[in-house]
């Protein structure tokens, strides 16, 4: 009888101390928020993901591997008489990359370049979208309800050949958050 007490508690501290370890860093992306606003000059995006690095992409990144991650945003008119009316489709790549020899975070968008010196930095640059303009003003009807999804994703085919095979078989070079639907209503 003592035997089973000693060994229940012993079952019981050990059940704690693992599952208090395996939650220790949770890699991928997730989509924190996501908004669209009316201005005089049209309809702007705002946008926040969360983005945490699984080992391989970090160590990827630290030897000048380059990342190319890719937004898309949709904005549909849905409609019970005929097919949605896409209001809304954009695509945007973001790529994040880390020269060794100089030690600078390099985020780029297009045109765009900057440098930075921490990864934190860099890391809050590829995931914020602030003011993105996405339409103009008479795009969507004042009291119409429109559906709205965001997502955000690594993308593979953007890594160079031997990481692109290497992902075909792995998990850990397949990052993409989950959509996020919400109404907008302007």
Do not use: C
């Not at 690095?53 to 904005?75: D, H, K, M």
């Not at 008489?81 to 990359?97: A, M, T």
């Amino acid at each position: 009888m003592r035997f089973f007490k000693k060994f229940s508690l012993l079952l019981a501290l050990a059940v704690l101390l693992f599952s208090g370890a395996t939650v220790v860093r949770a890699e991928g992306i997730s989509v924190r928020h996501a908004e669209v606003y009316a201005s005089d000059d049209g309809y702007f995006l705002n946008a926040e993901f969360d983005l945490e690095l699984t080992p391989a992409l970090e160590e990827a990144l630290n030897r000048g591997v380059s990342l190319a991650f890719t937004v898309t945003v949709e904005i549909i008119e849905p409609r019970w008489y005929w097919f949605n009316k896409d209001i809304v489709n954009l695509r945007q790549e973001r790529r994040i990359s880390f020269n060794p020899l100089t030690r600078v975070y390099r985020f780029s968008m297009g045109s765009l370049y900057l440098s930075f010196n921490s990864f934190k930095d860099a890391l809050q640059a590829l995931t914020r979208l602030n003011g993105i303009r996405i339409a103009d003003l008479g795009s969507m009807k004042k009291g119409n309800h429109y559906e709205a999804r965001a997502q955000m994703r690594l993308d593979v085919s953007q890594l160079p050949k031997p990481f692109q095979v290497d992902a075909l078989s792995s998990n850990d070079w397949n990052l993409a958050s989950q959509q996020l639907n919400w109404t907008v209503s302007p």
